[in-house]
């Protein structure tokens, strides 16, 4: 556990209980700052939101179509197990009705698929919200990772830095997808 971070809040951010289903944006035992940093993850979310909804609203006839793609963790209730769920309360922004109103205003695609299988070194779910019909060759597409990764619990702190780094980065096929669609589009 870092110096100074006590344990109910060093236990809060490994298992993300930042916010649930009751309090969306943040729990209100958490301290200002992690208050802070969890609502301002929600702002950036919000404001992404809404430079493509600004985009379509003023896009003149003759102006090509704005597209949205969106990358992010799959809601855990769609794959964690009964108890896993219940245990650690996951919420998701995709479950929110603002959410639920803006994909179907923009006729969104949701796309689910894991990163494992196209290059990441591990599972990673995953969903991607676009507008852009020609990523929908990624829906479906489940399984494990090529080479899993190795247990890190007992590793030294660098290494373990360095493997959430990678983890974090998007799989080498979702990359190519990705530029291959906006390529296409363009």
Do not use: C
Request: no cysteine; net charge positive; proline share 9%.
């Amino acid at each position: 556990m870092p110096y100074g971070v006590s344990a109910e809040k060093s236990r809060r951010w490994r298992t993300g209980e930042l916010r649930n289903e009751e309090y969306p944006f943040s729990l209100p035992t958490l301290s200002m700052a992690d208050m802070e940093k969890v609502q301002n993850d929600s702002i950036l979310f919000f404001r992404f939101l809404s430079l493509y909804a600004a985009a379509k609203e003023v896009q003149l006839p003759s102006d090509p179509n704005p597209q949205l793609i969106l990358e992010q963790p799959r809601d855990p209730k769609e794959y964690r197990s009964p108890e896993d769920l219940s245990r650690h309360q996951y919420t998701s922004m995709f479950r929110k009705a603002a959410w639920k109103r803006f994909q179907e205003v923009f006729k969104l695609y949701k796309i689910d698929f894991h990163q494992g299988p196209i290059g990441h070194e591990r599972r990673k779910p995953t969903a991607l919200f676009t507008t852009m019909e020609v990523l929908l060759q990624l829906d479906g597409i489940h399984g494990a990772p090529e080479n899993p990764p190795q247990d890190l619990r007992e590793q030294p702190l660098q290494q373990r830095i360095e493997a959430s780094k990678r983890w974090a980065a998007w799989a080498p096929g979702l990359k190519q997808a990705l530029v291959v669609a906006i390529r296409q589009h363009l």
